[in-house]
């Protein structure tokens, strides 16, 4: 049977690498994966996945109105889909993790999508939300905190590298670090309510 897997984890663990490899292992076994990367991050150019270790592929952009369900099927009867390789999920849309998991149940094709949790305040992304909770398969890609401390939070930083807390959910960039809980600072960011510190 088919599965979703989301592959998560802070800044810079490597999660368009691990992504990257699998699709090599596919292509080196004769097999076909597709790769799809969100039309909004330019960062390596037009329809491209780029690791920060120097590898890329190219790749299919999707936007917020991308059927995949549909698509994937199209692809299907055009010849063999054997895996479906999702960059940058967290910016799925509900209604695409629920195409995706489709993809699994009703074309019988493994989807594996690799993306964040939470954003620079500690929120949830709406497509990693629906990720952890439909997924067939939670793997945590890890990464540590300049404490030397495992990383599960996302701070931004501005040009002078200065923390931000405040701005859109969506800023595509570089200017992240990825930082522990306790670092993090999370009582003092997060939207959701104020501690009092004892």
């Known amino acids: 049977m088919a599965q979703l897997y989301f592959y998560y984890s802070a800044m810079n663990a490597g999660k368009s690498t691990t992504l990257l490899q699998s699709a090599h292992n596919y292509e080196e076994r004769g097999m076909r994966a597709l790769l799809y990367t ?22 299919i952009a999707f936007g917020a ?17 054997h895996c479906v390789l999702i960059d940058e999920a967290q ?10 998991t489709c993809v699994c149940d009703q074309l019988s094709i493994p989807v594996l999508c690799y993306g964040i949790r939470t954003d620079f305040r ?10 952890l ?6 793997i945590e890609i890890k990464t ?8 599960t939070m996302n701070a ?30 999370l009582d003092e960011v997060s939207p959701v309510m104020r501690v009092e510190k004892p």
């Open 156 to 185: 931004r930083l501005d040009e002078h590298g200065n923390r931000v807390t405040t701005g859109e959910q969506i800023d595509i960039g570089h200017h992240y670090e990825a930082m522990s809980r306790k670092e993090f600072r």
């Open 144 to 151: 540590i905190c300049r404490t030397g401390k495992k990383a």
């Open 133 to 138: 909770a439909w997924a067939d398969n939670l």
């Open 91 to 100: 910016f799925l849309t509900p209604r695409q993790v629920l195409q995706l």
């Open 65 to 81: 109105t991308y059927d995949f369900h549909d698509a994937i099927r199209r692809e299907q009867q055009a010849g063999a889909v």
């Open 122 to 131: 500690g929120e949830p992304f709406e497509g990693s939300k629906y990720l």
């Open 38 to 59: 969100p039309a909004i991050d330019h960062r390596a150019g037009e329809r491209r996945i780029h690791s920060r270790i120097g590898i890329a592929a190219d790749a």
